[in-house]
């Protein structure tokens, strides 16, 4: 009997000698101070399935004001983050914007760890740096083929309350970075600024719909394929379906939009430039303007080969850049795909890569670069314009050749939203909203692509050659 009980005695101070060997302690040393009083912390990471309000994992407050939470993880690279119970109360980064993972390597043993948590994404940051014209299209947008919900961000252009235009539609990938300081990760793109300034030299305006990234899910979601090195089975088909055809036509019946190819366009960085070039591809008859922002064609030789293996079958634009900086083979891979591009039959005017010498992997560098892309992409011909409509619309232009006037002859002038001029190498001279009497402008001798936007009509090309300065009266 006495030998039974001393077995059973030895046993459990084994057990208990061999759990205190193997514990983590995490202790947070500051929070914000607008942390909400009656609010707990919790740590989530990759020892509970992220759950962001597991009561196991609260951090227990101390006298001396820290938290700290006891545990036994096992050894290796924990990630994680510190939540107020839900994933909507995320710590952020210093600007209360998307902070990435925390990592640590635990060794196993007994160890202590410290942090500090700067923000709160849901009270904490400066004041938000997106312009008036910015709106939140929903906060919790559900995507059925993820099954997920996502933060929707909508630009409008700046006449949008006071016109009846349709506009062209921009999509974004990492919402949290484009218009606005105080979510982004590592700064802004400054997509609303830079469009005011555009809108205010005349632009169009265009609509720009920006999706937040998944966080954790960020490279899963914006990969087609899978990345076995990083735990990712590729899930960027669901979510170019997700765009294509859940958000899109959303955004096609609740806003004045121009639903058309043409008129669509997509643009993203790094694993969203990646993202962009697939939908971009895979979805061209959906979309004919692709901005592609240093793009991690790195994940997978498929970006190469379904770029040769994909018909396109209408007019692409496609801008790359990529910056000397940025290391690896993100010079190499972007021009292997411009050799790509040509290979695959796409003219040389439908693609254009540039290579900057002081290029980083940042978003001040995307941000920078984001109006010549844009310009490039969209200020100049409309793609897949042709003269066969004109006759629909009553549209004239005579006498054509011109010498030093030419009218315009329009049984639908009412319905006409903006009327653009263009060279013939596609770049746009100047564009005029709505009716115009009468227009004076002194240009060389050339031909020039006259493009009128109708509201019910479409877009109707007219080719007019010019014999020296002239005026456009109606």
């Known amino acids: 009997m006495y030998m039974k009980y ?128 910015v709106n939140i299209m929903s906060e919790s947008f559900y995507m059925p083929q993820l099954d997920a919900n996502r933060r929707i961000w909508i630009y409008l252009p700046p006449d949008y309350a006071t016109s009846i235009k349709n506009y062209k539609v921009l999509y974004m990938h990492d919402g949290q970075n484009v218009f606005d300081q105080s979510t982004s990760f590592a700064g802004e793109w400054k997509v609303d600024e830079t469009l005011n300034d555009l809108f205010d030299e005349g632009d169009e305006g265009c609509i720009v719909v920006a999706i937040d990234n998944g966080g954790v899910d960020r490279l899963e979601e914006y990969s087609p394929w899978a990345m076995p090195d990083y735990g990712v089975t590729g899930h ?146 409309p793609v897949g314009i042709t003269t066969d409509n004109a006759a629909a619309t009553g549209l004239k232009v005579f006498p054509n050749p011109a010498n030093g006037t030419f009218y315009l002859q329009d049984i639908n002038s009412h319905d006409i939203q903006s009327i653009g001029i263009y060279d013939m190498t596609g770049s746009r001279i100047v564009q005029f909203s709505g009716y115009q009497e009468s227009i004076t402008l002194d240009l060389p001798m050339q031909q020039i692509m006259l493009v009128v936007e109708y509201e019910h009509h479409g877009r109707v090309a007219v080719p007019v050659m010019l014999n020296g300065s002239y005026s456009m009266g109606r």
């Open 6 to 133: 001393r077995f059973l005695l030895l046993h459990i101070l084994l057990l208990v000698s061999f759990g205190a060997s193997a514990q983590l302690t995490v202790v947070i040393n500051s929070y914000p101070e607008d942390t909400p009083f009656a609010d707990d912390i919790y740590i989530a990471g990759n020892f509970n399935a992220w759950n962001p309000g597991n009561p196991d994992y609260i951090l227990d407050p101390q006298p001396d004001g820290t938290r700290l939470l006891t545990f036994s993880p096992a050894a290796g690279t924990l990630a994680f983050k510190f939540t107020r119970g839900d994933w909507g109360t995320v710590e952020g980064n210093e600007f209360g914007g998307f902070l990435p993972d925390r990592n640590y390597t635990y060794a196993g043993g007994i160890d202590t760890v410290y942090f500090d948590i700067l923000t709160w994404e849901d009270t904490g940051g400066p004041t938000s740096t997106a312009a008036w014209n």
């Open 236 to 381: 960027g088909e669901d979510y170019m379906a997700f765009i294509v055809s859940t958000l899109k036509p959303y955004v096609d019946a609740n806003y004045r939009t121009r639903a058309d190819r043409a008129s669509t366009g997509l643009m993203g960085s790094s694993m969203g430039g990646l993202i962009s070039h697939y939908g971009g591809i895979t979805y061209n008859e959906v979309f004919s303007r692709i901005g592609i922002f240093s793009p991690s064609y790195w994940v997978s030789d498929s970006c190469f080969q379904i770029t040769t293996a994909t018909p396109h079958d209408a007019t692409m634009r496609i801008y790359t850049i990529a910056g000397n900086l940025e290391g690896g083979s993100m010079v190499g891979n972007v021009m292997a795909m411009e050799d790509t591009y040509a290979a695959a039959g796409y003219d040389a005017t439908e693609h254009q890569a540039n290579i900057f010498a002081d290029g980083q992997h940042s978003e001040w560098f995307w941000a920078r670069e984001f109006e010549a892309a844009y310009e490039w992409l969209w200020q100049e011909t």
